[in-house]
């Protein structure tokens, strides 16, 4: 099994990104990863990891307080792929995001946020 996130990158204030959490191996058939929530969470430096976001099986989104109104968490069950969109960077979300699908972690995506 693996999970591969991707979209980070260097980012101004204000900006945007999408971050994607993209499952595969024979554990993650379409129909095995609908059936698990899909969690991003992020570690900033010299910080613990965080969770930022949630989306169960049915499709319902939780946040983290920090990132309500400004991230969305979505997914694609037939591509087998999370997503979290990003709007209205700030600076204090800088850190390295990663993805959890059924207690499986991707490598991390870095996200910076400065002008």
């Known amino acids: 099994v693996q999970l591969q996130a991707s979209g980070g990158g260097l980012v101004q204030p204000g900006g945007s990104l999408r971050l994607s959490c993209a499952a595969s191996?024979?554990?993650?058939?379409?129909?095995?990863?609908?059936?698990?929530?899909v969690d991003w969470y992020r570690q900033a430096p010299g910080k613990q990891r965080a969770w930022v976001a949630r989306?169960?099986?049915?499709?319902?989104?939780n946040y983290a307080g920090s990132v309500k109104g400004r991230f969305t968490i979505s997914r694609d069950n037939a591509k087998k792929t999370g997503y979290l969109q990003m709007n209205s960077l700030k600076p204090e979300d800088t850190a390295v995001y990663y993805c959890?699908?059924?207690?499986?972690w991707g490598q991390g995506t870095e996200v910076t946020v400065s002008s």
């Open positions: 959890n699908v059924a207690d499986f």
């Open positions: 989306i169960s099986s049915g499709g319902t989104p």
């Open positions: 191996g024979n554990t993650f058939s379409s129909w095995a990863f609908s059936t698990w929530a």
